[in-house]
């Protein structure tokens, strides 16, 4: 885990250093003689037809008061989970083109993606600093021609910020007319959810974001013409690929993704990096890929002191300042967050990614019982029985790549109301066309470190302590 997290901060160093002058850039990306031949790939401002002036306005007021999902307990007294005061630059990288990338023989037969990428990385290719202002910048000439759909494919680790920088900061951005101002359009939406996965129509998309276009009347038959005639003024953010299956998605979000419904549109698709995933979105050909590596040290300690204000930022960065593994890790801004709220709850600074899920379970365990545990053994035994349980609960919904969950699914597991309300399980939004209440762990990393202490215990604990969990937590739990 140090050594990954090591790696994780030095990629984001060599990012930064590596920036190359604005036109040496631009200049990688097309050939000067496509330069000299390419439309402009922001559109000129259009007189809106009212329908499609009325959408973009809902859109806009549906964006632009984002909260970040932090706990405010944690936070100075004039802190703000907004994102206009906590949001920090991520290092975002692009990459050699995808479809060379692909061609590599090393990948193209199922070989080891690193092998493949560092066999890239030796035959010359660059890796440059890419931010959201730029992301949509010199489009190739064939896609504006063509009126091609522009789909960019955004791959991170667990935890680097994917989700909050494209479904949040961009759209508060986008909101504040500070950012895409090409776009009318922007629907941003998190494929895990299935309603997302479902979606038959542009207009079920727009419901899930939360705007109603009537089925009958002349705002539909204007939108559509709309999209038809200017769909490069559309942008719809799919997020989470990793965290759903192509397979399971509707006919009309695979031929979006693919390229061949709403032709024309600008996509960012993201995912973790996983092999399989790679390989399925080689197939799509998708036109750009970026990497989001995460905070750079700096910013770490700007995060922090953000969080926890001047004095116990302080005091925490005097320890991060003394770790260098420590440092490493919060470059993934989802455990310098976790890394935050432990200090600020438990007085404690976990020095690796298993001392921040161990002190998790030690926090919400004290809260029930109004006290503080240092150890497991120390956790009273129904306690433990009902993290287990959602061990359990976590590690079978992995396997059934199923990451919200409704009621009859916790029925189904006979989870007990206290694992429930323990804190590890979060309610989440619900779309309109969804009357039953949702949950999800609070996090993807969260669900897969639960699913992996359940499978440790299985495996490690004394047979008397196995026939109790059984019992506990019924006859399958093997």
């Known amino acids: 885990m140090a050594s990954g997290g090591e790696s994780l901060a030095a990629r984001a160093d060599v990012a930064l250093a590596s920036e190359a002058p604005e036109a040496e850039r631009e200049g990688t990306e097309v050939s000067s003689t496509a330069q000299a031949s390419m439309a402009t790939s922001h559109p ?51 990459r050699v083109n995808l479809h060379e ?12 993606l690193a092998r493949a990428e560092h066999a890239l990385t030796e035959a010359g290719s660059r890796r440059e600093k890419v931010t959201l202002e730029s992301l949509f910048l010199n489009i190739p000439a064939k896609i504006l021609t063509n009126a091609l759909s522009y789909r960019v494919f955004a791959i991170a680790s667990g935890g680097c910020g994917k989700t909050t ?67 490069q003024q559309l942008c719809i953010v799919f997020d989470g690929l990793d965290e759903t299956s192509l397979a399971k998605c ?54 922090v002191l953000k969080l926890l204000g001047s004095i116990k930022g302080a005091a925490l960065l005097a320890e991060v300042k003394e770790d260098q593994h420590l440092l490493a890790m919060m ?42 545990y240092d150890t497991w053994l120390e956790i009273p035994f129904d306690v433990r029985m009902q993290v287990l349980e959602l061990g359990k609960f976590a590690f079978s919904m992995l396997k059934q790549q199923r990451l919200v969950f409704t009621e009859a699914d916790l029925k189904e597991f006979s989870l007990s109301e206290d694992a429930i309300q323990l804190g590890l399980l979060i309610t989440t939004d619900r779309s309109p066309s969804v009357r039953e209440k949702q949950w999800r762990f609070s996090h993807l990393t969260s669900q897969e470190s639960q699913a992996a202490k359940f499978v440790a215990c299985c495996e490690n604990m004394s047979p008397q302590f196995i026939v109790r969990l059984v019992e506990c937590l019924g006859p399958d739990s093997g």
């Not at 329908?51 to 932090?70: C, P, W």
Request: charged letters at 30%; hydrophobic letters at 40%.
């Open 44 to 94: 000129t401002a259009l007189t809106l037809d009212p329908a499609v002036e009325d959408l973009h306005e809902q859109l806009r007021d549906k964006y632009k008061d984002a909260d970040i999902d932090v706990d405010v307990a944690i936070m100075a007294e004039d802190a703000s989970p907004s994102v206009e005061y906590i949001q920090i630059n991520l290092v975002m990288i692009s």
């Open 101 to 112: 990338e692909f061609r590599n023989p090393e990948f193209a037969s199922g070989g080891d």
């Open 250 to 303: 509707s006919r009309f979000v695979k031929l979006v993704i693919s390229g061949e419904e709403l032709k024309g549109i600008r996509m960012i698709l993201t995912s973790r990096p996983a092999q399989d995933i790679l390989r399925l979105c080689a197939k799509y050909q998708l036109d750009r890929r970026i990497e989001v590596i995460g905070f750079h040290r700096q910013d770490i300690e700007r995060y």
């Open 165 to 231: 920088i494209f479904t949040k900061i961009a759209t508060w951005k986008w909101a504040r007319k500070e950012l895409w101002q090409e776009f009318s359009i922007l629907i941003a939406l998190e494929l895990r959810h299935p309603d997302v996965r479902d979606a038959k129509s542009l207009w079920d998309l727009l419901e899930l974001v939360g705007v109603d276009i009537p089925p009958m009347g002349k705002e539909r038959i204007a939108l559509r013409q709309f999209v038809k005639s200017h769909p």
């Open 331 to 372: 470059c993934t801004p989802i455990l310098a967050y976790e890394v935050c709220k432990l200090y600020h709850y438990c007085q404690k600074v976990p020095r690796c990614l298993s001392d921040i899920f161990d002190l998790m379970i030690l926090r919400l365990a004290g809260r029930r019982h109004d006290t503080q």
